[in-house]
């Protein structure tokens, strides 16, 4: 069984925030005194991660998230709770604990704009104390696995953004760190790109074993990559689970939308019992809960003459928007 | 702290930097042109200043040219080092690009101050020096070892203290995020030091040797070079060089606890 690699308990985090009220009578006193106060954005939050797992934050803006992650990295010092990352305390930042781990943000770059990004690649492997060999090996590698090659010999700021997010891919990975921590790594990036990125972390995953912790407002990123998934609402965690079972417990129904050969076919099945959606002359939409879908397709497939039917899943998107407004208790 | 490892990354630094700046070739020359320009719009300077006067705080032309000799180099290791990095702390918090210094198993105050490298800085330290060397011509200096190491000890001192003032002020970013104006005040009084510190009123010349200490940057090793320095002096200068460079680390260190990273 796959031990735990992240444990977090109770942990908090508050910042002082400053408001300002509108107009030029709010600026100079802006400026004179300004007016702070302690804002808790993390509340006594608990989870663990196992080694291997992929774990989905999900949250609004604001939620909490990024804070999570970067207190994680060790880049935000909590305000309480323990967290103990691959057997460190991330704040401490030893250099054991941060080769161990990387953190790769969609708004953010660390190559070096006007160099190749194999430049970057081989400034960050003498920081790691890669040897050169070594380094040329691992950057072919993952190189190959994204598909990226004569690119690497090009100026970053020519590249285009899946390119550059690519690059900057390779050289977060080149110490092969065992804990990724991905805030939105596919924003702004074309269908494609945003594929190719959740091929290569699925692959990456698999092949390292790697731990990966990832937010992303981009639905298919968690519903492809992540079993797990914790939701966040205003510092809270709202949800610890399996997303099938979230989308399931959120979703309870399905629509099956079914096409009659007859018009009165449409008619009996519209008055046999099931809950109808909509009718119109030979199409009627039902819903089924879920548990009882099987029993719904036997019934309707030996009593009416069928001429097609679909089962319709409700829009992931607007699942997960639910968890996004949803609090605790809601959920 | 692998002495070995750190070598290699500044090596790297050092190539990359290079690589990045001869991208740009034209801005190159710019650079270099405005190096030899400012020297000589200097001199010039202190040429109009003497022109009625025979010595200015008890420095003659030739002496004083000494002063603008140091303050050449230290001006070019301002801009070959401290400027292309020290400012651009204020980019990496507003940014929050310091999220990756932060991440990287090498010390963040090693990897901020001397990531970044502007060559055309070089010919300015080089023009320093050849000052410095037709100034001991002029001045009839004696070179020999004993000199050349004190000398070479109140420059490394000099460079140590305006490291220092330039870091603490930037650290401050971390709090206030934004200090370009307080670097910019630095370098201002930085032009002060072109001039000897005798020529200042008494309040001046404690404000510029107590509170800020740009007199000792440029005044004290000049002083060496011609022979007129105490002991007392050059003490102080290493004693302050050494504790403006312990507090400026442990500064950064301590400001860094506070440090909350750019929202995404």
Redesign the interface.
């Given at each position: 069984m796959a031990k735990n690699i992240i444990d977090v308990r109770n942990l908090s985090k508050s910042?002082d925030i400053s408001s300002k009220e509108p107009g030029l009578k709010g600026t100079i006193k802006h400026f004179f005194k300004r007016q702070t106060k302690s804002l808790k954005v993390i509340k006594e939050i608990s989870f663990e991660i196992k080694e291997g797992e992929i774990v989905g934050f999900l949250g609004a803006n604001g939620a909490g998230k990024?804070t999570i992650l970067?207190i994680l990295?060790?880049?935000?010092?909590p305000s309480e709770g323990s967290i103990i990352v691959s057997g460190y305390f991330p704040y401490k930042?030893r250099?054991?604990f941060?080769?161990n781990?990387?953190?790769i943000?969609g708004?953010?770059?660390?190559l070096?704009?006007?160099?190749p990004p194999i430049?970057?690649f081989?400034?960050?492997a003498?920081?790691?104390?890669i040897d050169k060999f070594e380094a040329k090996r691992r950057i072919k590698n993952l190189s190959d696995m994204l598909e990226i090659d004569h690119e690497l010999f090009i100026?970053v700021r020519k590249l285009s953004l899946g390119q550059r997010m690519k690059s900057e891919l390779i050289a977060a990975l080149i110490h092969k760190p065992k804990i990724l921590f991905l805030?939105?790594p596919t924003l702004g990036l074309d269908i494609n790109a945003q594929r190719n990125l959740r091929n290569f972390l699925q692959k990456y995953n698999k092949e390292t074993n790697a731990t990966i912790c990832l937010t992303s407002h981009y639905m298919k990123d968690i519903t492809s990559l992540c079993k797990r998934v914790i939701c966040v609402h205003n510092g809270s965690i709202s949800y610890d689970g399996e997303l099938d079972l979230l989308l399931k417990k959120l979703s309870p129904i399905k629509e099956i939308s079914i096409f009659c050969r007859s018009e009165e076919d449409a008619n009996h099945l519209k008055n046999s019992g099931f809950k109808v959606k909509n009718k119109t002359k030979k199409e009627i939409t039902i819903k089924v809960e879920n548990n009882s879908i099987t029993s719904a397709l036997k019934t309707i497939l030996n009593n009416f003459d069928i001429e097609d039917l679909y089962i319709n899943e409700p829009p992931i998107d607007e699942i997960i928007g639910k968890i996004l407004i949803k609090k605790d208790h809601d959920i | 702290m692998n002495l070995y490892k750190y070598s290699k990354v500044y090596t790297k630094f050092l190539y990359t930097s290079l690589a990045s700046e001869l991208e740009y070739k034209v801005n190159i020359l710019i650079d270099l042109l405005t190096a030899i320009l400012s020297l000589i719009g200097s001199i010039f300077l202190l040429t109009i200043f003497f022109q009625n006067n025979a010595t200015i705080g008890g420095w003659e032309f030739q002496q004083a040219l000494i002063i603008q000799g140091i303050y050449t180099i230290l001006n070019g290791i301002t801009n070959t080092w401290f400027n292309p990095n020290l400012t651009e702390i204020v980019k990496h918090v507003r940014e929050g690009t310091l999220d990756f210094v932060l991440l990287k198993p090498i010390d963040s105050q090693f990897f901020i101050s001397l990531k970044k490298m502007t060559p055309s800085g070089f010919l300015e330290i080089m023009l320093g020096i050849c000052l410095l060397l037709y100034c001991t011509k002029i001045n009839q200096i004696n070179l020999n070892f004993n000199f050349l190491t004190l000398c070479l000890i109140t420059i490394i001192c000099s460079i140590c203290i305006l490291y220092s003032l330039w870091f603490f002020i930037s650290t401050t970013t971390i709090w206030f995020v934004k200090t370009w104006n307080a670097t910019e005040v630095l370098r201002s009084f930085l032009y002060i030091g072109r001039f000897p510190l005798n020529s200042f009123s008494f309040s001046l010349r404690i404000f510029f040797s107590v509170f800020i200490p740009i007199a000792f940057i440029t005044t004290v090793p000049s002083e060496v070079f011609l022979g007129i320095s105490q002991i007392w002096k050059i003490l102080l200068e290493v004693i302050v060089a050494l504790v403006f460079l312990f507090t400026s680390r442990k500064f950064w260190l301590f400001a860094l606890r506070y440090y909350s990273s750019a929202s995404s």
């Open positions: 910042f990024t970067k990295c060790g880049l935000i010092y930042r250099d054991n941060l080769k781990i990387t953190l943000m708004q953010k770059q660390q070096i704009w006007d160099l430049e970057s081989y400034l960050n003498s920081i790691y104390d100026p805030d939105e | -």
